[in-house]
């Protein structure tokens, strides 16, 4: 299994731009989560997934959209990029207690 | 270079000794208290989970204790390798989240020869 996996790994954007974080997950896991984390902080949960055709906010979903069309697949995506958004995005999925993250994506929006 | 930690509370330890990274939590109506460990460059690991009925947990040269008297929760690694030199996370699972973690303040745990 290659469990969550993330692309790209890093991606420059300008202002204003737009993109989608892609996280995929071969585990069959329902829950799906997405995190942000600035220097030397924790994550902030972005938006999750219950399973295909759910998503809900979480702490930080301003600027971010989710969709969950299939049981692996939960993109991110980023419609109007600004400074403030510059940071790791994690993706990760569990199926109980453990989740398993994505090894990340470096976005910086100058 | 990796800019997580910059600003993190650090432990040294030496190489063999025994760490202890302690952390508060808040929510007292928590079900679960959970350990991570995030390397360099990488996304976090789950180390180990301890439920909020129970006080003590061991694993693999890893225990977790959870004081709910003073909502204090530690995580104990016997013989501490250069491997274990990460930030390590603290978090709670809320009861009725869905699984969404609350994560506490990381920190940086440093293995000196």
């Known amino acids: 299994n290659a469990g969550v996996t993330q692309t790209p790994k890093f991606r420059i954007l300008k202002i204003g731009q737009s993109m989608t974080l892609q996280c995929t997950q071969d585990?069959?896991?329902?829950?799906m989560y997405w995190y942000r984390q600035d220097p030397g902080m924790g994550l902030k949960l972005i938006y999750y997934?219950?399973?295909?055709?759910?998503?809900d906010k979480g702490e930080v979903p301003n600027g971010y959209n989710v969709s969950r069309s299939t049981t692996e697949d939960f993109p991110l995506r980023l419609e109007l990029a600004a400074p403030s958004q510059t940071s790791v995005y994690f993706c990760?999925?569990?199926?109980?207690?453990?989740?398993?993250f994505g090894p990340g994506t470096r976005l910086t929006v100058l | 270079g990796e800019s997580v930690g910059l600003h993190l509370p650090t432990l040294s330890v030496q190489e063999g000794d025994n760490s202890i990274i302690n952390c508060a939590y808040s929510?007292?109506?928590?079900?679960?208290f959970i350990w991570y460990k995030q390397e360099s460059g990488k996304g976090p690991q789950f180390i180990i989970d301890?439920?909020?009925n129970m006080d003590k947990r061991q694993g693999q040269r890893v225990t977790v204790l959870l004081n709910k008297t003073v909502k204090h929760l530690s995580l104990q690694i016997a013989a501490t390798q250069p491997g274990d030199s990460a930030v390590y996370f603290c978090a709670e699972i809320p009861m009725d989240s869905n699984y969404q973690l609350i994560w506490g303040a990381g920190t940086k745990l440093i293995i000196k020869p």
């Open positions: 990760a999925s569990s199926y109980g207690n453990e989740q398993f």
């Open positions: 301890i439920r909020s």
């Open positions: 585990m069959n896991h329902n829950y």
């Open positions: 997934s219950v399973g295909a055709g759910i998503t």
């Open positions: 929510n007292s109506a928590s079900d679960y």
